[in-house]
């Protein structure tokens, strides 16, 4: 049976999952409350997604046939 | 020298939009989406020139010493997210399909009258609203740096992009983008590493800032917690629907170059954001003044007693850059909501290039006046208005436009329920319940979702015609390259 969404390149949809998943754990209370450098956790997660997120799409879309 | 370089960064502006002019007088095409011709490079500084706003540069800076690094970074770290939902979602389908604007596709994907009709007005209020908070962050860089009265500075600045906005068109606007751009990266970085040179040392002037500002590093210290969550979510969930975002991926050359703009622009933002952050912010905590400061305007004290003259008059023109590309985009957006989507499509249709061309100028200019007018009395927090604006336009168009691409099942109808949920939950949550900041969109897209969802399974389905425009457009995705 075909199914109600379209179907999405497994490595894309990993890619948003894994972004979606890093921001959630990145605003669990617990990580919140451990701090570097004077800095909450969730900021540093935070920073670093927003250097990974748009390298690994980049990677992943890069050979998408239009 | 201040003076003299923001009044030659506003005459090269003016010049660009007065070249472009020639090219787009006759053509909706070339006025509207630069006849589907900018390349990546192109397109890619002209991307994060519309992203970064006034408040991603200048307000940001205050905004972390007193709300803290962790809401700075909720949302700019949504800005990648938003930008790979928008790569992998929505870029291909969308360009696909083949429209000017979110209400253009909106339209050949559901033909519903009152998304027809809702669609267009809520780009203009969300807009205009966006508009208003642009052109107050121009109004206090005429106050702290030239001297000029708030007034006169949101004057003359907002006349100065619907000038050149109304003349060129999206071509102007693009090529604008690119300078302002290009730019905004420069300064912000010469300021960050100018700012790091400064201090004794920068690690210990971060660690002090730690201390002595626990609202800098902490979650919780200056907002609830649910308010980072949903800066975040209005960041990730907007940028796939902001209209003057979408109208780049249609201005691309192809689909390939529009998604990498997306995202090599998103590295350029990360790097604008990351200087003001974690850079400029501690380092502004050596000022003597800093608890006495407008946050909006403590960005300037910092330029004002570190950098020369000649570098205070290019980073002045480096955030007026910020403010009017994307208040130049934003204009494209409310003049093609208006000439485009209501005027052409549903007060007459029949109308011919160039009398929609010129509705679209007498509409630029029109929401411009209003804009400054609104701009006049200043908000504390530039951040808070840009926030409440993505938020509404998110709570409207996001959870269609995604159900709308990727659900077989989404109907007009669902659509319809989706986008009217969302508006109205979104407006109650603002207006009548005294909510954290930023989380009313934690209410609107949740209610947009589940109202298209419920709406979409209670119909008979798509028509045909419009299964058939979906499938198309997702011909190649059915077949995915392996790996």
Known sequence: ?66 | MTLTMVLAYFAVTVLIGWIARRRVRRSTDEYFIAGRSVGTFANSWAFLATMASGGTIMASVGMTLFLGLPYTVSLAAGAPVGFAIASILVARPMRRVGQYTVPDFFNVRFANPVIRWASPIVILIASTVYMVAQLTGSGIIATVLLGWSHETGVIITGVIFVLYTSLGGFLSVTWNDVLQGILMVVMTVAFGVIAVFSVVNFADTFSRAAEQYPSYGMMGGGLPFWSYIGGFVTSAATICVLPHVIMRVYSARNTRSARLSLNYAMILYGVIVLSTALVLAPVATTLSNVEELKPDAIFFALSGNILPPFLQGLLAAAVLAAVMSTTAGLLMACNSAISNDLYARLLRPGASSSQVVRVATLSTWLVGVVAILLALNPPDFLVVLYVAAVGFLASAFFAPMILGIWWRRCTSRGAAAGLLGGVLSFAVAYFFFELPDSTEILIGIPVSFAATIAVSLTGSGPSAEQRALMESAHSSAEHPSPG
């Not at chain 1, 948003?16 to 959630?24: K, V």
């Not at chain 1, 754990?25 to 701090?35: E, K, N, S, Y």
């Not at chain 1, 800095?39 to 890069?62: D, F, N, Y």
């Open chain 1, 1 to 66: 049976m075909r199914s109600s969404c379209y179907p999405l390149a497994r490595r894309q949809a990993f890619v948003l999952l894994a972004a979606i998943g890093t921001a959630a754990i990145a605003f669990l209370p617990v990580v919140g409350a451990v701090q570097l450098a004077g800095v909450s956790l969730t900021a540093w997660i935070l920073v670093i997604l927003m250097i990974v997120v748009p390298v690994a799409t980049i990677l992943v879309t890069g050979n998408e046939v239009d």
